[in-house]
């Protein structure tokens, strides 16, 4: 069982987790996960379903959430670079509406572990990226709603440098923001 390494978010229940990865001549190998491992870093979810999305730089998705069938999250990136996020929509927490962001890349092998009750989104900065996340509910469809990506009342700090040109989809880019979520 590969060593992990856990770090905490100033937003409670964020983690990252960076791999112990061993390489030589040949490449590299890491465990991507294993329940006993990530049990004993305080990450005991069982995991019913994984994806995984690709996009070109400026692909930006989110920021989503699901209703009823809230999913923790665990996502890493296996090509490319994206700059990943969450915001905390947990009702009665401190930390509501508050977000964390954390560049996922092949090179660095970090995951981010996003609970239950965040909206999540991430843009794609290098020129193509593959990422892949697991979930602990399954898809379902019409159970999804989000929030502004550029809303100011949360101030995501987007690293979107000067010429970049986001491509985002209709819906993406029509969520309100974390006023009109509060008062849903």
Known sequence: ???IKVETCEIEGL???TPSVFGDA???FYESYHYEAYKA???PQVFVQDNQSSGTKGVLRGLHFQK???QD???RVIRGQVFDVA???REGSSTFGKWHGEILSEENKKQFFVPKHFAHGYLVLSDYAEFCYKCTDFYHPGDEGGIAY???AIGIEWPIPEGMELIMIDRDKNWSGLDQFRNA
């Open 73 to 75: 999250k665990l996502v």
């Open 1 to 3: 069982m590969g060593e």
């Open 150 to 152: 550029d809303d100011p």
């Open 26 to 28: 040949r490449g590299y």
């Open 87 to 89: 915001v905390d929509l």
């Open 41 to 43: 870093a305080g990450i």
């Open 15 to 17: 983690k990252i987790i």
């Open 68 to 70: 009823q069938y809230a």
